[in-house]
């Protein structure tokens, strides 16, 4: 890190403390959007945090987003959940395509588009959600076309189609919609994704269904409805083409909810032991420490932190474009070993410190809901990962036909 985004990890981590963490209950009980965080977040500049410094940013970079996320996610993990909706809209635009094939007259235009986008994050504080799940899901089985389409049209497009799951539904500005460009003459093609910019006030664009769940109550992640919705040109947000060349060499980009998983372990982790310690506020009588079953249980939960940090770092560390073999599948065992590990500390939490621990008073019952939402995540949930790390550890490329290569 460089000691500006020791810095941030530092705000994150105070914002964290001292204002998230002790509005996590009321806002995961209400299941509302968490507008105060997003305004401290916005005070703070860390709307920017991905922004390139040169723009008025803090210029974070995959490894230094990933780290401060980590952080913000020690104190609510549905306000680091949604922020990474924000993040990646940034961060993917930004560092990623830098990396990527584009033409000369291609890069010169995502460069001005790219800069008006970061300028109104800055001056302004626009807020973005990521929303591509779909309830047909085709990310399921690989890339497929988007079911939501774009129809070229003058100046632009019109897009129909739904999202659901869309966290910071009702909240954000502008929503980075995936969908496929309706081409003349040819099947809708994953390869023709486009990334487009639409703005919550646009007329056809709506908000429906609920969001009353069991974890990660204030992301409001409900379903987005896009009925003939005019996109200007001017907000694709990445060019024609490049989400479908990101996906398959920056694989990376579908790791970026580990942070808010690793941290929400922490923080349970935290939990237990001041609790066995007799620390926390509220709890009294004999210290629980002494009891050999609870350290033990206690030293396998910190093992088995210490697992899921340990790959977190070595991926965040070797994330990079078109990665070998190895290193792309430790990312798909490094997404699983988080999440998968985020609910297993936050289940031996419960276990070790005992009933007292699952009142609401704490915030122990909220990290369990919360750390379940993690392996569910589309396009690498755990199922999908475990597939993903068996095929590509048993054939070579070219091996099996009709096996896509990453991009999801
Ligand atoms: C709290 C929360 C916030 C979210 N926010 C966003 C957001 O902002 N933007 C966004 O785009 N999405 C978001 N999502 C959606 C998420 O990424 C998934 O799209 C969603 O959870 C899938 O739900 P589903 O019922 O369609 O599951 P399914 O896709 O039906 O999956 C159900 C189970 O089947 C397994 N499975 C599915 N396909 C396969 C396969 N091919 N092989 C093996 N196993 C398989 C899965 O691993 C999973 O365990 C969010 C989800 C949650 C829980």
């Given amino acids: 890190m460089t000691p500006d985004l020791d810095d941030a990890i530092a705000l994150a981590g105070r914002l964290g403390r001292e204002r998230f963490a002790p509005r996590a209950a009321g806002y995961d009980r209400s299941g509302t959007f968490p507008f105060e965080n997003y305004a401290d977040l916005r005070e703070h500049g860390l709307l920017a945090l991905c922004v390139p410094e040169h723009l008025g940013g803090m210029g974070a970079t995959y490894r230094q987003y990933m780290l401060v996320a980590a952080e913000l996610g020690r104190y609510c993990g549905a306000t680091t959940l949604s922020f990474n909706m924000h993040s990646v809209s940034v961060l993917w635009s930004a560092g990623f395509c830098d990396d990527l094939d584009m033409d ?39 890339p497929q076309a988007w079911e939501t389409t774009a129809t070229p049209v003058d100046g632009g497009w019109l897009l129909n189609g739904r999202k659901h799951f869309a966290s910071l539904s009702g ?32 007329p056809g664009f709506s908000i429906s269904g609920t ?81 050999s079953t609870k350290q033990l249980a206690v030293a396998e939960m910190r093992v088995k932190l210490d697992q899921a940090w340990a790959m977190f770092l070595r991926a965040i560390t070797e994330a ?82 009709g096996v896509v290569e990453a991009g999801r």
């Avoid at 998968?340 to 990290?367: K, M, V, W």
Wanted: charged letters at 25%.
């Fill in 104 to 142: 000369p007259a291609m890069r010169e235009e995502h460069e001005r588009r790219r800069t008006e986008m970061y300028r109104d994050i800055v001056d302004n504080g626009t807020l973005y959600a990521q929303p591509f799940s779909e309830p047909g899901s085709k990310m399921r089985t690989g």
């Fill in 171 to 202: 909240a954000a500005d502008v929503y980075t919609i995936t969908c496929t460009e309706a081409v003349a003459g040819r099947e809708p093609s994953y390869a023709d994704t486009l990334f487009l910019g639409v703005r919550a006030d646009s």
């Fill in 211 to 291: 969001w009353d769940t069991l974890g990660m109550r204030a992301t409001v992640s409900r379903t987005l409805e896009l009925h003939d919705v005019f996109v200007p040109t001017e907000r694709q947000v990445m060019p024609r083409g490049i989400f479908a060349q990101m996906a398959r060499r920056w694989p990376h980009m579908f790791m970026t909810l580990c942070p808010t998983y690793i941290g929400v372990a922490q923080a349970a982790f935290d939990f237990t032991v001041a609790y066995l310690r007799g620390e926390v506020p509220g709890t009294k009588g004999e210290p629980r420490r002494a009891s």
């Fill in 320 to 401: 990079r474009v078109d990665p070998p073999r190895d290193v792309r599948m430790r990312a798909f065992s490094t997404q699983y070993t988080v999440m998968e590990l985020s609910n297993e500390i936050c289940r031996l939490a419960i276990r070790t410190c005992g009933g007292g621990s699952i009142s609401r008073d704490f915030p122990l019952e909220r990290y369990y809901r919360d750390s379940r939402c993690g392996s569910l995540m589309l396009p690498w949930t755990a199922e999908i990962c475990l597939e993903r790390i068996g095929v590509d550890t048993l054939y070579e490329p070219g091996e099996r036909d």
